[in-house]
């Protein structure tokens, strides 16, 4: 089993920066791919949308075309954290972010294919 908990989430003026964090329990962390996953307000858990993900390792890394450039995800396994950094922001980056873990290759993170998810945090982009 394991647990995840995000935080960091908070309103912020379109072109800033947040940084996202999640954080994991478990010993198996390391061997987990990680992702995270937005899903924007008065939308349904299915219309939930990939945001980015990352191998155990943190050597490859994946990330929707809407965030490309612009969003940097990183994990750091000795302290159980995967973060998403995030740039240059747009209100329509404006939802609530899960952040996801799985035994799959972090090419194929989808909400289909992961098995662990944490609760969210809002992310509120002003325009």
Same mark, same amino acid.
């Given at each position: 089993?394991?647990?995840?908990?995000?935080? $960091?989430?908070?309103?912020?003026?379109?072109? =800033?920066?947040?940084?996202? &964090?999640?954080?994991?329990? =478990?010993?198996?962390? &390391?061997?987990?791919?990680? $992702?995270?996953?937005?899903?924007?307000?008065?939308?349904?858990?299915?219309?939930?949308?990939?945001?980015?993900?990352?191998?155990?390792?943190?050597?490859?890394?994946?990330?929707?075309?809407?965030?490309?450039?612009?969003?940097?995800?990183?994990?750091? #396994?000795?302290? #159980?954290?995967?973060?998403?950094?995030?740039?240059?922001?747009?209100?329509?980056?404006?939802?609530? +972010? *899960?952040?996801?873990? =799985?035994?799959?290759?972090? *090419?194929?993170?989808?909400?289909?294919?992961?098995? +662990?998810? $944490?609760?969210?945090?809002?992310? *509120?982009?002003?325009?």
């Amino acid at each position: 089993q394991v647990q995840l908990l995000e935080s $960091g989430g908070g309103l912020v003026p379109a072109g =800033g920066s947040l940084r996202l &964090s999640c954080a994991a329990s =478990g010993r198996t962390f &390391s061997s987990y791919t990680m $992702g995270w996953f937005r899903q924007a307000p008065g939308k349904d858990r299915k219309d939930r949308r990939f945001v980015a993900a990352i191998n155990w390792s943190g050597g490859s890394t994946y990330y929707a075309d809407s965030v490309k450039g612009r969003f940097t995800i990183s994990r750091d #396994n000795a302290k #159980n954290t995967v973060y998403l950094q995030m740039n240059s922001l747009k209100p329509e980056d404006t939802a609530v +972010y *899960n952040c996801a873990s =799985g035994r799959v290759p972090a *090419n194929l993170a989808q909400t289909s294919t992961m098995d +662990y998810w $944490g609760k969210g945090t809002l992310v *509120n982009v002003s325009s």
